[in-house]
C-alpha cells in the first residue's frame, strides 16, 4: 500500500552520511564527494526503496513532508521556522475547509503549511506588496502542489484586505503590525483568532499597546526555543549550539465590542 | 459572515478579569465570584459577541479552536501539550485525507489535534489498553465534534497493530516504546514518518538503541520550551515561572531495508 | 580536620525526606512531622556528622554555604537568585581586597556574596534608602558573619554615591538605574565593570540608550536559565517546572572618554 | 585612583567596531584592518583611556577582569565557561582563604576563577594527568598572576588524592568521575561541597548512581542556558544563536555515614 515514486515526484534523499536533499525522480545524476546515483532509477520503487550508488552506498527515498517543504524552500526572507509554525497552526484552529488570510507572504513557509492544512476544501488568501517575494512563494507552492489553494494577492489598501468579517483565522508577519490592525480586525470573523510574529521586543510591546485600542481579548505573547539532541544513545546530549531567537508569537481574538 | 450560536454550541467564555471557560450554550447560569450571565443569552448571537451579566459585566463568547479543546480536555493522564502537538502535526505532515496510528490514546489530547487535522476524509486509529482511559477520550473527542473520524481500539497484540503498511505517520506514547517499535515499523508505509514521546533520558538513550536495530533512518531528538510573556506593553517581561520539562520527541522515517 | 560544631554556629540540617533548614546549634529541638532532633545534640560533633532523631531518623549537619545563607536570607523584596550572582561574581571580577558599591540592598542576598567574595581585606559600600530593608538586611549579613565588611548607606543624593573614582565595581538594582548612571560611572574607576538587573524589556532599552549617551564602553545584556534535573539516575528527566525569569543582566565597562 | 597602566600590564584593549583583545601594555605595534596603535602608548596612562591610533581611531584600554582571562585562556580542550563557572563558585563556597581540589586541570579556566577566589591565603590543587595541559594551564595561570595559589599534581594514583579531609571544596571535570568519587569523598572535609560537570546524560546517570552509593546527600542537577541580547535599544532582541549546551552540572555535600 505504500505509493510508487512516479516521474516527476518529489523525494526526500537521505545519504548514509545523513545528509538529506529535496529532488525529484528524473532523469538526472544526484552527486555525493563519494558516490553518485541516477534519479530515475527510483521511478517505479515504493518510496522508503534503497537504491544502490554507482559505488554500492545506498540512497534512502522517501516522500517529502511537509516539514521537509518548508525547510526546503527558496527563500528571499527569513522564513517562520517549524517550531513556530506548529503552535500557529493550533492557536489559529488551522483546518480543513477554513479560510485563513495571511500577510505578508515573505518566501511562503507558512504560507505552504497553512495550505496543506486547510486541505482542498480551504482557502488561503496571502498580501504581499514586494512582486519578487509573491513569485518565490508561488514557486515554492506550485511545487509543493499546493498552489490551487491560495489567492495570491498585493499590497493592503487603505480599504484594508479584501476579506470583511471572512477570515476564520488571520496572521501578520509584518515589519509594522500595528499598522494594518484595524483592517485585520475588519477581515477577521467575530470571535476568530489572530497572530503575529515580530522579532523585537519594541515591537511586541507597540503590537500590545494597538491590540489593548481595538476589541481584542485573550491577548497571549510567547517564544518557542527547540532544543535538538545528539542521537548517540551512549552519549546523549544536547547539539553544542542551538537557534535562540526567531521572533515572538502575539495571538488575540477578535470580539465585537469591549 | 460570522457564525450564529446555536444551543448546544460550545463557547469559550472570557470574563473580565481574564479567566476562559469551555462551556456549552444552554440554559445554564454561569457564576463568576463577581457577576453571573445566563449561557442561554448567547444563542442566537453571534461569536465575538459581549453578553452583560446581571451586574453588568461583559462576557466574551468566542468559538473554540483545538488549543481550548486540547487544553481543557478531562485527563485521567499527562497529555500531550499544544507546544509538542504543533511540531508532532508538523514532523508527521498530518494533513487532510491521511491516515495515522496512534498508540496510546491516553486522555486524548493529541487524538484531538490528529483527527481535526486530517479531516472528514482522514482516519485516526487510536490504541489504548485501559478501557478507562479510551472511555475517557471517547467523550473527549465526542465533545469536539470529531468522534466519527477516529476509530478506538485496545492493546496491541503479538501480531502488532493491524494496520499493515497501512499508516501515513505514526506515533507512540507509551511507557516502553521500543516494545512497540517492530510493529510500529509494519504499520508504516515505505518512508512514512514515525514519531514518539517519552520523558526521561533513559527512555531515549533505549528508543535510539532500538530505531538504530530496524530499517529507519532520519533520527531526531529535540525538546520544545514555551515560555508565555506578561502582556502590559510598558512592562513587557517573560511570567515568572514556566513548564521545564514535558517530554522528549523523537522522530523517525521508515525505510524498507538498511 | 574538619572542623567541630560549636555552640551557635550555622548549620544546615537536612532530613531524610529532603528537606533543609537553616538552623544553629543551640538549645532547642527541632521537629519534623516524624521525628525531632535536640539541635545541641550536634555541639562538639564535627560538622558532616549524622545524629539521630528521637524516633531513630538521620539528621545530617552540614556548614551552611554561600548559596545557602543567600536561599535563606530574610526578604522583603525580590533577591537576586544564585544563578545571577555567580555571573555577576565573575563579570564584575569580584575578588579578595576589591571595593564593590552596590545600590539597592533589598534584603541583602547579592550583598552578601559580594561581602563574602571581597574578603576580610575587601568591602562592599551598599546604598539603600528605604530603612526597613536597611535594617533586614543587616540582620542577614550578621548572621552570615559578613557584617563588617560592609558599609550601609542611605538614599544616593544630587551628588551622587560618595566613592569617587574608588568603585572596583558597581552594581545597580534599582528600578530606574538610568537615573543614577552618571553616579556610577562618577564612582567607578576608569575601565572598571558596571552591572544592572532589571526585570522588564522596557527598563532594558532605556538603561541602553542612558549607556550609550555617556562614556561605557563593552555593552552586552544577557539572561540566565538554570534548569534542575529529578535525581533518579534510572528515570533521569527535568524537574517539571522553572523559575522562567527573574531579570535580565546588564554589564558594561566605563571608559574616561568616548 | 584608576591604577596606571605600568610596563607589562594586561589590558583588554576594545576597538571601535566591538572587538576586544587581551594584549600586553609593551613595546608592539596592535593592527586592525583599519588603523593600527603603539601599545606602548597606554603606559603611564590610566585604565579607562583612549589612545588614538595612526588614523584617528580610538582605542579603549581597561583591565582584564577573570571573565575576560578565562575567554582568553589558551586552550588544548573544552573549557569550562563562565556560565557555569560563576554558580560554581557559589555553589561550592568559593571564597577567601578555602582549600580547594580540582580534577582535572584542563586548560585551567576553572583554575584561574578558583585561585582568584580563594585569594592570596587560599590554596588551589589541582590534578592534571597530561602533561601538556598541566604545562598549558600554568602559562595561563602565570600570564594571570595567579601561578603561586595554585599546586599542580599529576595523575590521582590509587591511594587517592593526597590530600585526606582537607578540601572545603571539590570539583571533578574528567570523563569519569565516579572513578574518583571514593577519592574525592576521602579528600574532603566533613559536610563540604563536591561538584562535578558531565556532557552527556548517561555520565549523570552513572554519577548520581555513584553518589547515592557513597555518603553524600544534598544530590543536585542542573544546566545553566545562558542568552545574549542585540544592545541596539529600538530593536531589542535575543542574538539568534547561542550555546545549547556545555554540559551538566552534579553537586553533593559529603557526610560521614548514611
Redesign the interface.
Given at each position: 500500500?505504500?505509493?510508487t515514486i512516479r516521474e516527476g515526484d518529489f523525494i526526500l534523499l537521505?545519504t548514509p552520511e545523513g545528509g538529506?536533499y529535496l529532488l525529484r525522480a528524473e532523469d538526472r545524476i544526484f552527486h555525493t564527494h563519494r558516490d553518485s546515483v541516477a534519479l530515475s532509477d527510483f521511478i517505479g520503487r515504493?518510496?522508503?526503496?534503497?537504491t544502490r550508488g554507482k559505488n554500492g552506498t545506498?540512497f534512502?527515498?522517501?516522500?517529502p513532508?511537509?516539514?521537509d517543504h518548508?525547510m526546503k524552500v527558496r527563500r528571499a526572507t527569513q522564513i517562520i521556522y517549524?517550531?513556530e509554525?506548529?503552535?500557529?497552526?493550533?492557536?489559529?484552529?488551522v483546518?480543513?475547509?477554513k479560510t485563513v488570510v495571511e500577510c505578508g507572504t515573505g518566501s511562503g513557509a507558512l504560507t505552504l503549511?497553512l495550505a496543506?492544512?486547510v486541505?482542498?476544501?480551504g482557502r488561503v488568501i496571502t498580501y504581499e506588496r514586494e512582486e519578487r517575494f509573491q513569485k518565490l512563494a508561488q514557486g515554492n507552492l506550485e511545487r509543493a502542489g499546493l498552489l490551487e489553494r491560495v489567492v495570491f494577492k498585493g499590497e493592503v489598501t487603505e480599504d484594508g484586505f479584501e476579506e470583511k468579517?471572512?477570515a476564520d483565522a488571520l496572521f501578520l508577519d509584518v515589519r509594522e503590525p500595528w499598522e494594518l490592525l484595524a483592517a485585520a480586525w475588519q477581515a477577521l470573523?467575530?470571535?476568530?483568532?489572530f497572530g503575529a510574529l515580530v522579532?523585537?521586543?519594541?515591537q511586541?510591546?507597540?503590537l500590545?499597546?494597538a491590540l489593548?485600542e481595538l476589541p481584542f481579548?485573550?491577548?497571549?505573547?510567547?517564544?518557542?526555543?527547540?532544543?535538538?539532541?545528539?542521537?548517540?544513545?551512549?552519549?546523549?546530549?544536547?547539539?553544542?549550539?542551538?537557534?535562540?531567537?526567531t521572533g515572538?508569537l502575539i495571538f488575540a481574538?477578535?470580539?465585537?465590542?469591549?
Open positions: 500500500m505504500t505509493e537521505f538529506h515504493p518510496f522508503g526503496s534503497v545506498p534512502y527515498a522517501v516522500r513532508t511537509l516539514h518548508i517549524p517550531k509554525i506548529g503552535i500557529i497552526l493550533v492557536k489559529l484552529d483546518s480543513p475547509g503549511a496543506q492544512t486541505g482542498p476544501e468579517e471572512e470573523k467575530g470571535g476568530a483568532p522579532p523585537t521586543v519594541n511586541v510591546s507597540r500590545l499597546e489593548g481579548i485573550g491577548l497571549e505573547v510567547q517564544e518557542i526555543l527547540q532544543r535538538f539532541y545528539k542521537t548517540n544513545p551512549e552519549r546523549l546530549r544536547p547539539e553544542d549550539r542551538m537557534v535562540a531567537h515572538y481574538r477578535k470580539v465585537f465590542e469591549r
